[in-house]
């Protein structure tokens, strides 16, 4: 039995909707709008759907859950963040809405392997090797 073509449509529908959602909302944290994360069941809310409708299709349309792609896009703006910012660790964690630098500390190192601090650090020196071997070739 073949799948209705209304069902693709709007399983679809509600995964397109949903990362133009989460666009839009970590781009009102990255503006200081907001200062708390959505959850499953605020998406939800806004799709006017059911929480697990929501995380299923969502699962069912990308193979992932709906928070992994919420993880995903805080760490691009955390790595972004670290890499082109003079910002504190403790600043980019309460602008990703942690409440505690711990806890943005255990996220970011949960997900990278090292923590924020150990990050920078990486960049820093990666940087600086770029530049010092520029710098030898030219002279």
Known sequence: MAIPHKILTRKDEITAKFFEL???HMGE???GKVDKMYHIKDFAALLFIHPTHFSNTIKLTT???PCHFAEERTMDEARKMLSE???SIAEISYKLTFNEPTN???FFKSFEGITPKQYRKQIIESETNTINSETSTIF
């Open 22 to 24: 989460l666009e839009k």
């Open 85 to 87: 910012t003079p910002m």
């Open 29 to 31: 944290i990255m503006a």
């Open 63 to 65: 193979g992932h859950s």
């Open 104 to 106: 943005f500390t255990k």
